[in-house]
């Protein structure tokens, strides 16, 4: 097992796995050709949707988890633990996580005006880049300045994800910024999970929007980027309750908030940092409303989907149990030996009799499922979300940059929202000036899948 | 009207002329009555009474009281002669030990050619003689394990000196020389007195505290064959016995087997090896073995001449019997289990090394060099106290806190204790975590949140046990009110409600 921390004389931790040192440091490199993946394969889904070549959802998870596979599999040969970190899913609409279906026929296909939610993530060694872009599918096919843009609700929250994911990359990047005279602050706070929620529920309430429960801001580590099955202490952030059933308790409304992240300790340099922010329209109902927090849903609107069954799995390594079913047992070696500590879909599984064994496991909680959850509400909620994964970056030559390991580069939808940004501070942030933050989006190389590669995967 | 003593019956049979209004308690089976119950009841413990059953069982008719008693003396009388007869022991030392059973074969080999030769040569050779016929009176001398256990205890009260090993009377008080058959003879002397009339007997059986039956058949069968030998005699043929023991006793060297015949080894672990490989002799301690020359030559001339069996009580007539023997019955072994056998050989030995220390042993060395503590004089000060007897300090044992551990400090063993031996002895397949899974089960066990730690298969089987247990007392609540108001009359908690 190896300690991703040393202790120094008892006092100093030197965390030699996490830390980011410099752009060329063999972690951030991992983390760049991770991302690197990760925004090739979303930019090649996105166009493929857009223009209009895939309709039909379960090509979308299979041609991205097929993607991801692939070219992770020509990089970085001598280490085995890579691949996908997080199932190709396609959510729509009031759907906000988990849908990747395992049959093409009873897959759901996209329909105009569609709101599409495409989450992916990639990992090597542990080091993740977790990604997900919401787009309207559009009947046509035409050039932006052709045709009107959104407008409505949808806009709003399209918008608001997008501008809210956007103040709090730089708002992470100003902690590079300030570093020399006062370490992690923007405007003489520091920015910690206080500040970052500030951040977005400012925005969630300028446009007249809620956040979904499950939204987090947090720093991740190698192999811990908040899966459901690891409680993790020493969190650094901010998480708008919980989507998980487990880290839920009594009370549906108030989530484990204080015990799994601390919101006051500082970013720093050289860290990774998740940005993962969902919001939806609101439907009008008090009651759906986080008690605690008014610009939050409550938890109990989120319930899972009545009929689809979850397909998307994480091991709970904490559990060790022997099975007595032949398949449960056959698809836990399987598991064991070669899945990571990621979510992976049920495809993946080469076992026979996978799906009798999988049912099994998750009965002996020895595996989490990730259940298709929806919003309830009449009429129902839409949910828009953006996901990116940040390297807080020191630099040798300059003060350093906050790097968009994926989702920087992709143009939001055409939309157009009523509302605006009124905070000063989030102005500056979202300027082009970025308050002085130096941004670098990981470019996605030219993904051009071909008809036999899918095959290949599939097999 | 006939006198009637008090122990007397009155004989009843029929057609007698007793009256018959002699109220009389009577016994059927010997024909006889009594005036009171209570004689009637002491008769039938008799023996007479009993032999009277016995004779109806057999259909006999019934004897009186006085043939009864002749009969009894009859019997005794032949038992007596029998023992005498089967008692008779007789040894012909001239003739190498030759035993007589029976007083005409005795007799009869005196008068013998050969008996004859024996003694011209017993004189030449000059064995000493208690009589002119060149035998010793034995009677029950046997030269059997029992009786030569009696004569240990025999000697006048005195106890038995532990001799050196180089002599003869063994520690373990065997004196040398006897067989299996004279046990037989032996016990059979040893009745002789437990059934005996004679007082004398049943004195001495009565004053002798110890409860050894060979000492007074000694005696007795000595006596009765003799007419009276005192102590000394015993102990004095006891001397003579290892004399000739020693004499005729053929000679054992060093680079000999103590088993076989097998002779000529190079030097003497060459001559234990081949023991230990052919006869599998195991040297007991051979960490404290001091003297191992010694102890091979102690057991030779056990063996060689003593005759005895190393393991067992077995004496033979010769080194080749008692080898016979040894080799048959595999008892080719040093036995060390009992104190007293450990006793027997422990001069060999020196355990002074496993004592346990109770100082300290710097203390007790002077600073070759002088104190600066530089590592070089350290080192001198380390290769001096290394010099002096080995001290085994296994003895610091460390207890581990659940008492389930020993440590042993020098070999850095740890030993487990037996109850978990199920557990070491599980060879589960190793399952070698990858770095996500290390790295995933660390960060969650580093977690404070151990009071929400909840174990959800575990409720959940807790609350279908709980709600199994309601059921079952909503069922017995329901099923008792049909009896249970249904007490039909006091019932107090005393007295048993």
């Not at chain 1, 035409?142 to 009107?148: E, K, L, S």
Request: proline letters at 4%; charged letters at 25%; glycine letters at 6%.
């Amino acid at each position: 097992m190896s300690l991703q921390e040393i202790v120094v004389d008892g006092e100093e931790t030197v965390d030699t796995k996490n830390a980011l040192i410099s752009l060329d440091s063999p972690i951030s490199m991992k983390y760049v050709a991770a991302g690197r993946i990760a925004q090739s394969v979303l930019s090649y889904l996105v166009r493929e949707v857009t223009e209009r070549r895939m309709t039909n959802v379960y090509d979308i998870c299979q041609a991205g988890d097929s993607l991801i596979e692939l070219e992770t599999s020509k990089i970085y040969k001598n280490v085995d633990e890579k691949g996908v970190a997080a199932p190709t899913t396609v959510d729509v609409n009031n759907c906000v996580q988990g849908y990747s279906p395992v049959n093409r026929d009873s897959a759901y296909i996209l329909s105009n005006g569609d709101i599409v939610k495409i989450s992916l993530g990639v990992h090597i060694d542990g080091y993740t880049s977790l990604v997900s872009h919401t787009l309207i599918a559009l009947p046509t096919i035409v050039p932006n300045d052709q045709v009107a843009p959104t407008t409505g609700v949808l806009a709003d929250v399209i918008c608001a994800t997008y501008l809210a994911t956007e103040a709090v990359t730089s708002l992470l990047g100003t902690v590079l910024y300030r570093y020399e005279n006062q370490s992690g602050c923007y405007g003489n706070r520091p920015v910690n999970g206080e500040r970052i929620r500030e951040i977005v529920e400012s925005v969630a309430k300028t446009f007249q929007v809620k956040i979904v429960p499950g939204s987090a801001v947090r720093r991740i580590k190698r192999f811990l980027v908040g899966q459901d099955t690891v409680h993790e202490v020493d969190v650094k952030g901010y998480m708008w309750g919980s989507i998980s059933i487990e880290a839920m308790t009594d009370d549906p409304d108030e989530g484990d908030l204080k015990k799994m992240i601390d919101t006051e300790a500082p970013a720093d340099r050289g860290e990774a940092w998740l940005v993962d922010i969902s919001m939806c329209t609101f439907s009008g109902l008090e009651s759906d409303l986080n008690q605690k927090n008014g610009l939050q849903l409550s938890r109990r609107t989120l319930k899972p989907h009545r009929d689809l069954k979850s397909t998307i799995f994480t091991r709970d390594y904490n559990r060790i149990l022997s099975m007595k079913l032949k398949s449960a047992r056959g698809v836990l070696i399987e598991i064991d030996s070669r899945k990571s500590v990621y979510p992976f879909h049920l495809s993946s599984l080469s076992t026979s009799g996978a799906a009798l064994g999988v049912a099994a496991l998750v009965n002996a909680e020895i595996m989490a499922p990730m259940r298709v959850m929806m919003i309830q509400g009449s009429p129902a909620p839409i949910a828009a979300r953006e996901r990116t994964t940040l390297l807080l970056m020191p630099s040798a030559k300059h003060v350093g940059d906050v790097v968009k390991l994926s989702g920087g580069g992709i143009k939001p939808s055409w939309v157009h929202s009523e509302f605006e940004v009124t905070d000063e501070e989030i102005i500056e942030l979202l300027s082009e000036k970025r308050a002085g933050v130096r941004l670098r989006n990981i470019q996605g190389i030219e993904v051009n899948m071909v008809k036999e590669d899918v095959q290949e995967m599939e097999v | 009207m006939s006198a009637v003593t008090a122990s007397s019956p009155l004989q009843v049979t029929a057609g007698s002329s007793a009256p018959s209004n002699a109220a009389l308690f009577t016994c059927n089976s010997c024909g006889v009555g009594f005036p009171t119950p209570d004689m009637q009841r002491r008769h039938m413990k008799t023996d007479w009474h009993r032999y009277n059953l016995k004779r109806r069982v057999a259909t006999l008719p019934p004897i009186s009281a006085e043939i009864f008693a002749e009969r009894v003396l009859q019997q005794m009388d032949a038992t007596r002669k029998n023992e005498e007869k089967l008692s008779f022991v007789q040894i012909c030392r001239a003739c190498g030990n030759k035993r007589f059973t029976s007083a005409g074969a005795y007799e009869n080999h005196l008068s013998s050619s050969r008996h004859k030769e024996n003694l011209k040569r017993a004189e030449q050779v000059g064995l000493r003689q208690d009589d002119d016929n060149g035998s010793t009176i034995s009677g029950a001398r046997d030269h059997s394990p029992d009786w030569s256990v009696a004569s240990s205890t025999f000697s006048l009260g005195e106890p038995v000196q532990p001799l050196q090993y180089h002599t003869f009377g063994f520690r373990d008080g065997r004196v040398a020389g006897g067989s299996k058959k004279s046990l037989r003879r032996h016990k059979a002397s040893s009745s002789v007195t437990t059934s005996s009339v004679a007082g004398d007997d049943l004195d001495s059986i009565i004053d002798d505290g110890a409860t050894d039956f060979a000492r007074p058949s000694i005696r007795s069968a000595a006596s009765s064959a003799v007419g009276g030998l005192d102590a000394e005699d015993e102990d004095e043929d006891i001397d003579s016995i290892i004399e000739r023991k020693l004499q005729s006793a053929v000679k054992l060297p060093i680079n000999a087997c103590i088993f076989c015949s097998a002779q000529n080894f190079s030097d003497i672990d060459a001559t234990v090896s081949h023991m230990q490989h052919d006869h599998g002799l195991f040297v007991p301690e051979k960490d404290y073995l001091v003297d191992l020359q010694g102890l091979i030559t102690y057991l030779s001339e056990k063996v060689s001449i003593g005759n005895a069996c190393l393991y067992c009580s077995f004496i033979g007539r010769s080194l080749n019997s008692v080898r016979d023997h040894m080799v048959a019955k595999q008892h080719c072994k040093i036995p060390h289990d009992t104190e007293d056998e450990q006793l027997e050989i422990s001069s060999f030995y020196d355990f002074s090394s496993s004592y346990p220390d109770d100082y300290e042993e710097e203390d007790d060395w002077d600073d070759v060099a002088s104190g600066d503590g530089s590592a070089e004089d350290e080192a001198e000060t380390v290769q001096v106290a290394n010099i002096g007897p080995q001290r085994r300090t296994e003895s610091n044992l460390v207890l581990d806190p659940t008492g389930l551990e020993l440590s042993l400090p020098l070999s850095r063993l740890r030993i487990g204790h037996r109850s978990l031996a199920r557990y070491y002895r599980q060879s589960l397949r190793p399952t070698e975590p990858r770095e996500g899974q290390s790295i995933v089960i660390a960060a969650s066990s580093r977690q404070m949140l151990a009071s929400i730690s909840r174990d959800p298969v575990k409720e959940r089987l807790t609350k279908t046990d709980w709600r199994d247990q309601r059921d079952k007392q909503n069922r017995d609540i329901r099923r008792e009110q049909r009896y249970i108001n249904q007490q039909k009359h006091y019932r107090d908690p005393m007295l048993g409600g």
